[in-house]
Each structure stands twice: as C-alpha cells, then as structure tokens.
C-alpha cells in the first residue's frame, strides 16, 4: 500500500473495483488479508461469511494501524518523490550503457530491462533477454549489498523492490 505512489495502484488508472482483496504479512510477519467490497453488492447475511483463515485480531489491529500511518503522514506521496528521483537516476544511467531497455514502473516499484545488445532481436525486432547478464548484475549488485529480483518476460528485468517495513524504519 502508497509504494507506487498512490494508497493502491488501480488509483491512476480510475478505475473503480467491484471487489479489492489485500494480503500481506504487515509487521513481524502477522498475516493479514481481507476483502473489501461495496454494501450494495454484499448479499451475505450476519454469520454466513466463515472460513478458516480469518480472525487474526492482532494481524487485523497491526494492519489497521499501518494504513492509518501510511495514509497520516502521506508516505504514498514519498514514494512518489522518492520513486521519481530513483527513475531519473536510472534513466540518466540507461543513456550510458547500451544493455538497458527501458526503465518502468510507478513509485518505488521500479525496474530496468536488461538485454545483450551483441544478442540481437526476437522476430518482433524486440530485444532478446540473456540469462547470464541478469544473473552477472545480480551478483555484482549482491557484493555490493544491492538485493534485485528479477521479473518480466524471461525474466529480462531487474526489479528494485523497497522492503515491506520501508515507510516505518
């Protein structure tokens, strides 16, 4: 929630969902997930609604209190800030060395594609992925103390995912 910029990503695209499903270990690793949907499409009466995984009071009070904070001191708009430098950052970089594609994402949920220009293209004229440079840059940035997924088609783009507990350290 607010890492890409806004409190859920569906925001900028105006859409508004029938139904959101959240899920996520909040803090110290209490599961929490829950299911939120407008009165008018709710038919269910008082007690129908049970399961198993459900009733976690002290993941469900650790999660509330989470989103109040981040909806408090606006911690969507520091993604935002945040995300936008480490872009420009990473845009400024792709103009000097040739194996970056692109450089995609929202807020702080950022990632650059890779590719070995010596590889050449796809049929589409996209470029091909190359394995072994991702996982090279993955080691390189791993000795560094830098930890990137990798994503995207063929796994072609390394992603800089912030840690869950960014906005409370």
């Keep these: 929630m607010g890492k890409t910029g806004t409190h859920f990503t569906f925001e900028d695209a ?6 959101l499903c959240l899920s996520k270990a909040v803090r110290d690793g209490l ?25 976690n009071q002290l993941a469900m009070v650790s999660g509330v209190k989470a989103m109040e904070i981040i909806r408090r001191d606006n911690f969507a ?3 935002k800030m ?21 450089v995609r ?13 010596e ?3 796809n049929k589409f004229g996209e470029p091909l992925a190359t ?8 080691c390189a940035a791993l000795e560094y103390g830098l930890t990137i997924e990798k994503d ?17 350290e």
């Excluded at 994402?105 to 220009?117: A, D, R, S, T, V």
């Design 131 to 138: 394995s072994e440079l991702i996982i090279g840059l993955q």
């Design 77 to 79: 708009n520091k993604a």
């Design 31 to 55: 599961p929490m997930s829950i299911l939120i949907f407008d009165k008018e499409i709710d038919t269910w009466l008082p007690g129908e609604h049970t399961g198993t995984f459900r009733g």
């Design 119 to 121: 590889d050449g293209s």
């Design 14 to 19: 105006g859409v508004k969902p029938d139904l």
């Design 152 to 168: 995207g088609h063929e796994g072609s783009v390394l992603c800089f995912p912030p840690p869950d507990d960014y906005f409370f």
């Design 105 to 117: 994402g929202k807020g702080l949920m950022l990632g650059i594609e890779i590719y070995n220009p």
């Design 82 to 102: 945040t995300g936008n430098y480490i872009r420009h950052g990473l845009q400024k970089i792709a103009t000097c060395i040739s194996c970056i594609v692109d």
